[in-house]
């Protein structure tokens, strides 16, 4: 760092003498000139150049030797190190090169701890992280302690402290409380801790995160109990204080000290929940949740866009979006990620204002449109075409509904869910049905073709499960 810093002033002082000696500046110009070359301003600059060569001239320096160095020096400022600044940079890459190689979990538990309030740099280096063959941990309130922390060579343990809504005062609450041993579930952890620290906005960021995992995978029923563990926990206290002489208090603190039961979250709620304490989904990807049901679409995965000018369809989640102004109005630039890799997408003023409502961070977007080369980042770009979220994909190119019937056949139940989606033109319904001794699909007929609404997939998989309702396109 010395020899950098170093670095740094002697090319400073030399620009300043150069612009003195040679220029004609006076002391306050070329400080002038040493910003302007730092800052990279070219309008600046410009000025610059005509003083140097006018006073370098005066000087007895010829014109053209004057814009040679004047060029030198702008060339230097734009992108160059003085020898001690890039041997200091050769001696930094060469020891992080290293540590990462030879200390691959160590060194990446160090910076994921050195960025962890940043969540999109959080990302890139788990990304960079599971690229390079390492596995990353969970939070876990009994393992995990504030900073990122390697397991093994190849493991590292998430902190605590990167999760949202916690802060450094809260973990270290917790991990003081746990030093006397683990925790035993939510009730025993929030009579434990400071809850002047750890409050119920930790508590809830927590439980979002998978931190109690261990403990009770049940997340949806965790966050529900998490004000009866508090409101428990401040009772245990009064309790504590004050004797009953008949133990009525006891009997209901212990009625209490039961999770509120509640339905598991779906892959879907669990990755969004997660999202939100954590910056992104740790234990999945979002677009896992629709990637069964557009199997049988055709389109082509982010990671095989083809040639620049073919044009193809598409599906991602959207990771984020910005509006830029432009001549024809307001469009919006969005980053598809399906899993595979992202890609951005142009969409412009009229389908903007169209789709504005289905272009929100999160959200599936089945995409056609035409594929080019992007001169400034070398990747692709999609400039789109048409928009389609999932219900507009189903209407539009749903085939057919496929029932499997496994284990769970009954008619009068099949007819009353059918029921109330039936429609003229809609989708046919499929009925898979095997046993031990046969198989068969059967075709209902055209008095039960069906709309493909998200309730009726919705009820069918609650009451089949999701693999045995598939939509055929």
Known sequence: ILAQTYGIMVYQEQVMQIAQVIGGYTLGAADLLRRAMGKKLPEEMAKHRDVFVAGAEKNGLARGRAMQLFDLMEKFAGYGFNKSHAAAYAVLAYQTAYMKAHHTAAFMAANLSAVMDDTDKVRQFHDDALANGLAILPPEINSSGYRFAPVDAKTVRYGLGAVRGTGQAAIE??????????????????????????????????????????????????????????????????????????????????????????????????????????????????????????????????????????????????????????????????????????????????????????????????????????????????????????????????????????????AQRLKDTLSPYRADGGCPVLVRYENAGASCEVALGDAWRVRPDERLIGELSAWLSPENVRLRF
């Open 173 to 410: 609450s917790i991990l003081a409380a746990r030093a006397q041993g683990p925790f035993t579930d939510l009730f025993d952890f929030c009579r434990r801790v400071d809850r002047r620290l750890v409050n119920r906005r930790c508590l809830e960021a927590l439980v979002r995160a998978g931190a109690f995992d261990r403990i009770e995978s049940n997340r949806a029923s965790l966050l529900a109990s998490a004000g009866r563990a508090i409101e428990a926990a401040e009772q245990a206290e009064r309790v504590a204080t004050q004797s009953s002489l008949f133990g009525e208090g006891e009997a209901s603190h212990a009625a209490a000290l039961a999770l509120v039961p509640a339905r598991p979250w779906d892959l879907r709620q669990r990755l969004t929940e997660e999202k939100a304490a954590l910056g992104f989904c740790l234990s999945g990807h979002l677009f896992s949740v629709y990637e069964r049901e557009l199997e049988g679409f055709p389109r082509t995965p982010l990671a095989k866009l083809p040639a620049a000018g073919d044009r193809v369809w598409i599906a991602g989640v959207i990771a984020s979006a910005r509006v830029q102004m432009t001549r024809r109005g307001r469009m919006m630039m969005v980053v598809l990620d399906d899993g595979s890799a992202q890609v951005e997408l142009a969409v412009f003023n009229e389908l903007f204002e169209k789709h504005r409502d289905k272009l929100r961070e999160d959200r599936l977007l089945v995409v056609q449109g035409k594929a080019q080369r992007d001169e400034f980042s070398g990747g692709m770009r999609i400039t789109a075409d048409e928009l389609l979220d999932l219900a507009a994909l189903r209407e539009r190119f749903a085939s057919g509904l496929r029932i499997a019937m496994n284990g769970a056949a009954d």
